[in-house]
């Protein structure tokens, strides 16, 4: 188990069943368990970085949506949202992030993800949240505009 938060383990690993020309399966399958891996981050090193790298790729959304007053708010709605739908990603979820934490696990820390790891990160989160998770995205935020608004006008009430 201690192997598995070895990140130099984790990159030969890849590279021998990379050699392989496929799945060895002498490890615990990612797979269909992708989403309690994450939801367990403590115990695999490398769903840890994932999350990170997940959670970096929502907020970099955000800040590109230039929110300004309703980002946080915005980040509290979709963090949530974005962790509770990945316990259960889809295969073509799976696919995508599998691709881009080989892609991390391979490279330094001071080396960024290649533009089209960043492209399968951020077609991850778009698709990992439902219409009605974003609707709240938008929602929570513009509730946060409206409450700057309406505190910069006098027009809330204060007790």
């Not at 979820?93 to 960043?118: F, G, R, Y």
């Amino acid at each position: 188990m201690a192997q598995l938060q070895d990140p130099q383990w984790a990159l030969a690993a890849a590279r021998i069943e990379e050699e392989a020309h496929g799945e060895i399966s002498a490890g615990p399958e990612l797979g269909a368990r992708l989403g309690q891996f994450m939801a367990e981050p403590h115990s695999f090193h490398q769903f840890q970085q994932l999350r990170s790298l997940v959670l970096r790729a929502f907020q970099r959304l955000l800040t590109d949506g230039n929110l300004g007053v309703g980002t946080d708010a915005a980040w509290s709605v979709g963090q949530e949202r974005l962790v509770q739908r990945l316990k259960q990603p889809s295969p073509d979820i799976q696919a995508q992030l599998k691709l881009v934490l080989a892609e991390d696990l391979a490279t330094t820390e001071s080396e960024p993800l290649s533009a089209a790891a960043q492209t399968l990160l951020q077609e991850a989160v778009y698709t990992a949240l439902t219409p009605e998770d974003w609707d709240d995205i938008a929602a929570a935020a513009a509730k946060a505009v409206q409450q700057q608004v309406k505190q910069l006008l006098g027009l809330t009430k204060t007790a």
